[in-house]
Nanobody
Framework: QVQLVESGGGLVQAGGSLRLTCAGS????????MAWFRQAPGKEREFVAG???????????NYANSVKGRFTISRDNAKNTVYLQMNTLRPEDTAVYYC?????????????????WGQGTQVTVSS
C-alpha cells in the first residue's frame, strides 16, 4: 500500500520554528515531485513548496511567495522522506499541512497534478 505520512505539526508561538516530515512507503518516491500544501480554516488548499530531484546532488525547488525566505523544503531519497523546515512562523501560517507526490515533470502548484496525499498535520501559530 502506497502511503505518505506527515508528522511534526504542533502549536508554536509566532516567530518560532517547526520541522515537518513526510515519510513515504509502498514504493520509491525518488522520481516524484514532492510538495507541501496547506489548508487554513475556511480557505482552499494552497501550494507551499515543492522539490524535484534531477539526479546526483541536483534538486529543483519552488516556493509560494508567502513562505519564501522562511520555509525550506528538502528531501532524503534514501529514506523516502521529504521535510519542510518552517522558521519565523506567523499566525497566518496556521493550517493543516499536507504532503503530496506526483510524477509530473515540473513542480506544479495545482492539486490535480499530484497522485498521492498524506492525511495532514496541524500547525497552529499563536500570536
Amino acid at each position: 500500500q502506497v502511503q505518505l505520512v506527515e508528522s511534526g505539526g504542533g502549536l508554536v508561538q509566532a516567530g518560532g520554528s517547526l520541522r515537518l516530515t513526510c515519510a513515504g512507503s509502498g514504493r520509491s518516491f525518488s522520481s516524484d515531485v514532492m510538495a507541501w500544501f496547506r489548508q487554513a480554516p475556511g480557505k482552499e488548499r494552497e501550494f507551499v513548496a515543492g522539490i524535484r530531484w534531477r539526479g546526483g546532488s541536483i534538486y529543483v525547488v519552488n516556493y509560494a511567495n508567502s513562505v519564501k525566505g522562511r520555509f525550506t523544503i528538502s528531501r532524503d531519497n534514501a529514506k523516502n522522506t521529504v521535510y519542510l523546515q518552517m522558521n519565523t512562523l506567523r499566525p497566518e501560517d496556521t493550517a493543516v499541512y499536507y504532503c503530496a507526490a506526483g510524477r509530473q515533470p515540473v513542480i506544479a502548484a495545482a492539486e490535480g497534478d499530484y497522485d498521492y496525499w498524506g492525511q495532514g498535520t496541524q500547525v497552529t501559530v499563536s500570536s
